[in-house]
């Protein structure tokens, strides 16, 4: 229920109570006296069916036509006739809607184009052999796996070299070394002079040759006077253990988004690398390993691709012990230079020195031979296509071309799309000088090119193409040392890029510069490769840099990019590497893979960054596993976005989130309001301290603005829903009807009696009774008028009339709207509104002719006290009843309103509420469950030490990440339901009589009013689902009342119910979305919330494959539009060809109506969810960010649980659902990996939620085991020991068993048995 319905009017209710309505009708502001619209012709034919069925007024018969006929003839008069005659005249008690009068359809339809399906991957490289899973020999264990030994080494002697099969661990060290100490800097001498950046570390002008430890501390020296050491470089090598400092502080500024899955990181300690060997896998029959890469996201499985020389691609599945290779792809067309994933879609790109590309689906085991520019292109694709690189969010390839030119293809779920733009570098020849490097820097909008003439780099802004910087490196001659640049690499969450010269100095500088006019920072150079560096790569938290030179065997260094120091203790000099061809890391930095000559694969595991270890590291208890405090802290340490920030837009001000926060803090404070003891008192105690907070609450009401007491109330709702309901009932309810229903001096005098301060009346809401609920037309207590004493007799004439759940009535309320039938000579006028006084104010006493009981104990929400009413023949003034609309007149005459559908606007309120609601109850079940899916740990995936995080398997990512997404549209779904309810009231509140406005508030009201009923519905039904998976994801301590479910649940349930039954608002949005879809025919003008009804070729719209935003929106649009549509033809036939009358054909299509409103409120939640974020400003860029990925899942996911109508209509084919899985999959991840940030973000107190399991700190057992041992203490003496479980003990058995001779017939029934069992097995023998 809505607490806007009580909004305080501040026009001043000068009239006098008991007025005749009639006598001030002037004053009134709308419907004292009665009007008639201004025009006639302003109202559609379906409104004058409305008001015929309404008022009774006479309508002539119009001639019936069909509808399919209609969507077939051209003649646009006839259409709308065929229209009118069969979709018009729905009037139904279910249902408010009327036609808007014919618009010009021009420019106020939504026009969208439809996307062309993508082209599928074609199979049609015959030269492409896909080789059976597991059939290769490499799935045999590998007489030389996990042996250091390579018989590319020339050194074999490395003691870590036996032949073992197991993995070996380079154990670090226990004495800490020097952070700038480099195991190598012993051996070498540097000249000063040799070059112009070091001649700036010689202390005097003669200065030359220093050993390399001096180099190394006057270059720390140097580089620390120009940049000041980070804080958490600082940290990590002073303190050694990430976790002994707030980790918030350490990594926040250098996080980005989340990459990848799993985006949670530890400092990683300088000096020494922990990292073990594991099982080696085969990169090629014969020749070198080519290039490797890694599936960027795909959950707990590390997947490992692998090109060798024999133009085979080799997929595995790196585990650690087995390896198992996933399958084999030849392509004999192709020499394969370059192997890259694409950052979210399920391929992988392979490209050489050919003019085209091949593109693997991992989604559909297909691999496709494609051009990079069309066929009909008029611009010449490369000619080889070596260098190629991603863009961070997949949409972009960069290629490199000859000349130095860099062609940006758009790219699709189908590969490349297109050309967007030609990059030619400005200092490149022309001709030969192509490029060695691409790098994407600031998130995309960067794109750094390193030319192979010289190795200048060129700093593109890829948004202008135009290129705002050039630069060389500063390591004297050619600014590489002489000999040039061969590599270029970046990583944005180091914010650093490396370049790799020939000469074997490695360059890192600040990817971070922002000056078009300087190069970037240098920020290290490291120069303990002596050969060319031919491979470059940063694990993904951009940690470790690794670079090797291809020139000279077991040439690779390790960096630590943090300290920037060298890992002392791997590799050595000596680990058998072989001639290091290809390298990378997997997507969680666990594994190292090394491509060598002799086509092999070298695997090694970090350890530092296995799932076990990095608990270890951080944990301060000294345990083998952290505590659940700390491993809540871990999940908290990097979130790539400001917590703050994203519950501001989460809770749409930064002023709304304040005020929240002081409201829960007010509430904590004050005892009535106190939750722990709340599960369990018994009803009466519930009841008794629900009467507490009305006093308390009573303060707020009448001094608050409505919007403060607004939120105030939404934050009750899901702390104490018992209590909210009865305050509800008495400010939402009866108020609201008063509000709605008084004319001027009857609110006055209302007001005057008490009715804002509780102060003489406390209302309830009579309109539910035994034997009817929905069907608020057939409800059977009357009013009937006596006109001699100028009163009204209310009056339950049988049981059924009884007034039944009316809360507050059992025995707390004094006054009651009653809804009743008004009977005026012996005639019905319909259900209008009464108030009765039930009590004596004084003494409590029910007044004569009541009768009322207390309902008893309910599914939940005891702390309201629902009974039931029986009035016998109880008198009440006429002006008690509520005539703002349909009036009495004291001589009987009877008035009703000409728009009556105006008084719908009292429903929207509480629907709209209830949205929110929904909303906010799912996020606090959510922040419970997700809490103790992160600290509760079950089982130990993957041979880790350390159990697993529940919400680090898969199965608990989809059953929870998925809801949080739903729960966070629903919330920004809310937001948007609030505005339009906001305005709704306010035009309402304005409307005057014969106001030329009128007819857009009826627009607008019914568009509110079908969108909130079918919202109201589905945003319930989903956060009870919610709620009871959360529970669920407890396991058995989701069962215990103190979890906070079983009470959640029971409170929770009934939303499904009142206000509205789901299931008959859900009808209730179909029929308004038919006629919605009739509208549309007749070209006119849609609500914003329906205009998709109208797009272009929306039913036939096929989806681009993109799977963004845009796609998914048009696919809802799409399959919505076709279930309404559907709904109707169904409709239209039965009436046209069963003959049906039109309520009955409604029936008949009630399951098409049903589903059409289920897809229409999911694409609407989804599009309203889409624009809230489109809203946001650009300082929340980050926080944006992780709504995208919520967006998308929820979208998606929802396609997911709906996918019969996206194949039905052709939206999506069935590769696209393939891919669609594997999305969800992926975006479960990433949202799994910050969901402790992001429900944090939801900024609701311990007390709020009120649940041990899912307290802030994460201490979780030891608060639920006081809880528990505090609510139950055991007594001194036991209550009923004596009386009941003492005598049962100490029965005697002869008594209970029979004695002697039944145990006799049991031994012998014993031995028959036995016999019989023989028998059978002899005959069976
Ligand atoms: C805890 C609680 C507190 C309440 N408080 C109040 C209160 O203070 N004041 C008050 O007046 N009322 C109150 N109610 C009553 C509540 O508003 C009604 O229960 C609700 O409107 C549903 O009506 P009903 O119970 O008569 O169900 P019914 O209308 O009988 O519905 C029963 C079932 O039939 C289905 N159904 C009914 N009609 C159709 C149809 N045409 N097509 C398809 N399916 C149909 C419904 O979907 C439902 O599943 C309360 C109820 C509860 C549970």
């Known amino acids: 229920m809505a607490f806007g319905k009580q909004k305080r009017s501040n026009k001043k209710h000068d009239s006098k109570p008991y007025d005749h309505p009639n006598s001030n009708a002037a004053s009134e502001p709308l419907g004292a006296t009665p009007f008639a619209p201004t025009d006639e012709a302003l109202k559609g034919e379906e409104e004058k069916d409305l008001e015929s069925y309404l008022f009774g007024k006479k309508r002539a018969p119009r001639v019936d036509k069909t509808l399919l006929e209609l969507n077939v003839e051209k003649n646009k008069q006839q259409d709308d006739a065929v229209v009118d005659s069969v979709m018009g005249g729905m009037a139904d008690s279910e249902l408010f809607f009327m036609d808007a009068p014919g618009r010009s359809k021009t420019g106020e339809v939504d026009q969208e184009e439809t996307n062309p399906l993508d082209a599928p991957f074609s199979d049609d490289d015959e030269e492409d052999i896909m080789e059976s899973d597991n059939s290769d020999s490499d799935s045999e264990p590998d007489s030389e796996s996990g042996s250091e030994s390579d018989s590319d080494s020339e050194s074999e002697s490395d003691s870590s070299s036996s032949s073992s099969s197991s993995a070996r661990s380079v154990k670090k060290s226990n004495s800490k070394k020097a952070a700038w100490q480099d195991p190598d800097d012993a051996n070498i001498k540097v000249s000063l002079k040799s070059q112009a950046k070091l001649k700036k570390l010689r202390q005097d002008a003669d200065e030359d040759v220093v050993g390399g430890k001096e180099y190394e501390r006057r270059l720390k020296t140097q580089f620390e006077s120009l940049n000041p050491r980070p804080q958490w470089a600082t940290a990590s090598t002073s303190r050694g253990i990430a976790g002994q400092d707030p980790l918030q502080s350490l990594l926040s500024s250098s996080s980005p988004f989340i990459a990848s899955s799993r985006a949670r990181q530890s400092v990683l300690p300088s000096g020494e690398l922990d990292i073990e060997r594991i099982k080696d896998v085969k990169g090629g029959e014969e020749g070198p390993v080519r290039c490797l890469g890694w599936a960027p996201s795909t959950g707990d499985r590390d997947i490992l691709t692998v090109a060798g020389s024999d133009r085979r691609v080799r997929i595995y599945n790196i585990n650690g012990p087995s390896n198992p290779l996933l399958s084999t792809i030849h392509i004999p067309s192709l020499p394969i230079d370059n192997l890259k994933f694409h950052p979210h879609l399920p391929q992988v790109l392979l490209s050489g020195k050919r003019p085209f590309l091949h593109v693997l689906s991992l989604a559909t085991s297909t691999s496709a031979r494609l051009p990079l520019l069309p066929p009909s292109s008029n611009i010449p694709a490369p000619k080889s296509l070596s260098s190629v690189s991603f863009s961070p969010d997949g949409k972009i390839l960069a290629c490199a071309g000859a000349g130095g030119t860099v062609y940006l293809v758009s790219w699709g779920a189908g590969g490349p799309q297109g050309l967007i733009a030609m990059l030619k570098n400005p200092g490149g020849s022309g001709k030969g000088d192509g490029i060695d490097g691409l790098h994407w820097a600031k998130d995309g909008k960067e794109l750094w090119t390193m030319g192979a003439n010289g190795g200048e780099v060129c700093v593109w802004d890829v948004g202008a193409r135009r290129c705002i910087n050039r630069w060389r490196g500063t390591n004297g001659g050619d600014g590489w040392g002489g000999f040039g640049a061969r590599i270029l690499e970046g990583n944005e969450r180091a ?110 595991r970090a350890r530092a960054y296995e799932e076990s270890t990095l608990r270890n590291v951080v944990s301060k208890s000294g345990e083998s596993r952290p505590t659940t405090g700390e491993t809540l802290a871990m999940e908290r340490a990097s979130p790539p976005f400001n917590v703050r920030k ?291 740990r079950q089982f130990s995936s993957g041979g880790n030490a350390i159990e697993t995080q529940l919400l680090d398997y898969p199965i608990h990512q989809r059953r929870l990440m998925p809801l949080l997404a739903q729960a966070i549209a629903n919330g920004f779904t809310a937001h948007k339901m609030e505005e339009m309810y906001g305005e709704l009231s306010s035009a309402l509140e304005t409307l005057e009589p014969n106001d030329p406005n009128t007819q857009d508030v009826l627009d607008k ?223 479960c991840a990433q949202l799994r990996a910050v969901a402790v940030p992001v429900v944090d973000g939801f900024a609701l107190s311990d007390h709020i939620i009120n649940s041990p399991l899912g307290r802030w700190d994460g201490q979780i057992y030891e608060a639920y085991f006081d809880h528990v041992r505090r609510s139950n203490p055991l007594p001194k003496i036991h209550p009923y020991f004596e009386r009941l479980i003492k005598p049962l003990l100490e029965r005697q058995p002869a008594t209970d068993f029979g004695g002697p001779e039944m145990r006799t017939e049991l031994d012998e029934e014993i031995a028959e048995l036995a016999a019989e069992a023989k028998r059978a097995k002899q005959t069976n023998a």
């Open 1005 to 1227: 009201l019914k568009e509110v009013h079908a969108t909130s009923a079918g919202l109201k519905a589905f945003c319930t039904w989903s956060c009870l689902s919610t709620i009871d998976t959360c529970r669920q994801t407890l396991g058995g301590h989701g069962y215990s009342a103190y979890s906070g479910f079983p009470s959640m649940y029971n409170d929770f349930a009934v939303q499904c119910t009142w206000e509205g039954d789901n299931t008959i608002l859900s009808l209730q949005s179909g029929r308004s979305l038919i006629s919605s879809y009739t509208d549309a025919i007749r070209g006119k003008k849609l609500a914003p919330g329906v205009s998709y009804l109208a797009r272009p070729n929306v039913f036939e719209a096929k989806s681009s494959g993109k799977l963004d935003l845009e796609d998914i929106d048009q696919g809802w649009a799409c399959v919505a539009a076709n279930l309404v549509r559907k709904a109707a033809e169904d409709y239209e036939r039965l009436v046209k060809d069963k003959g049906m009358t039109k309520e009955m054909a409604m029936e008949g299509c009630s399951q098409g109506r049903f589903v059409a409103a289920k897809a229409h409120s999911i694409g609407y939640i989804f599009r309203m969810f889409k624009s809230a974020l489109e809203a946001i400003p650009a300082e929340f860029e980050n926080e944006k960010k992780v709504l995208l990925v919520t967006c998308r899942l929820y979208g998606l996911h929802q396609i997911e649980e709906q996918a019969g109508g996206f194949l039905k209509y052709g939206y999506f084919e069935r590769k696209h659902l393939d891919a669609i899985e594997l999305e969800v999959n992926d975006l």
């Open 495 to 604: 914010g650093l890029c490396a370049v790799g010269s020939s000469t074997g100095i490695v360059n890192l500088y600040e990817n971070d510069y922002t000056t078009e006019a300087a190069p970037p920072k240098l920020v290290r150079t490291f120069d303990n490769i002596t050969t060319s560096i031919s491979s470059l790569c940063f694990n993904p938290d951009g940690q470790i840099l690794a670079a090797a030179s291809k020139e000279k065997k077991d040439t690779l260094k390790l960096y630590h990019t943090g300290s920037m120091t060298t890992f002392q203790n791997w590799p050595t000099a000596s680990t058998p590497l072989g001639v290091v061809t290809a390298m990378g890391w997997s997507q969680k930095s666990e594994y190292l893979a090394i491509g060598n000559k002799r086509g092999k694969v070298l695997l090694y």
């Open 646 to 936: 994203l519950a501001v837009l989460m809770h749409k001000s930064e002023k709304d989130l304040a005020r929240k926060e002081r409201f829960m803090a007010e509430i904590a404070r004050t005892p009535a309001f106190r939750l722990d003891d709340i599960h369990d008192l018994s009803k009466d105690e519930i009841r008794e301290r629900t009467m507490e907070k009305f006093a308390i609450m009573v303060h707020y009401v009448t001094n608050e603005s409505l919007e403060t007491f607004n939120l105030r109330m939404q934050l009750i709702g899901i702390a104490d829903p018992a209590f909210w309901t009865r305050f509800g009932v008495h400010y939402g309810l009866f108020l609201g009807a008063v509000r709605g229903g008084a004319t001027t001096s009857q609110l006055n005098y209302w007001v005057e009696k008490g009715v804002l301060g509780l102060n003489g009346v406390i209302g309830c809401f009579g309109m539910t009774e035994l034997a009817h609920g929905s069907n608020v037309a057939g409800l059977e207590t009357t009013a009937t008028f006596d006109r001699s004493s100028d009163e009204f007799i209310i009056h339950t004439p049988h049981i059924g009339a009884t007034k039944w759940w009316i809360g507050g009535a059992a025995s707390t309320a004094t006054h009651c709207a009653v809804f009743a039938q008004l009977v005026v000579d012996g005639k019905k006028h319909g259900v209008k509104t009464f108030v009765v006084q039930l009590r004596d104010t004084k003494t409590f006493q029910l007044l004569p002719g009541i009768n009322i009981g207390d309902i008893g104990k309910k599914m939940g929400r005891d702390g309201i006290d629902n009974g039931f009413i029986q009035f016998t023949f109880v008198r009440v003034p006429r002006s008690h009843m509520l005539m703002k609309y349909t009036q009495v007149s004291r001589t009987g005459e009877v008035f009703e309103p000409p728009l009556a559908q105006l008084t719908y606007g009292a429903l929207v309120g509480g629907r709209t509420s209830m949205v929110s609601d929904s909303a906010n109850s799912a996020k606090k079940a959510l922040t419970i469950a997700i809490r103790y899916g992160a600290v509760r």
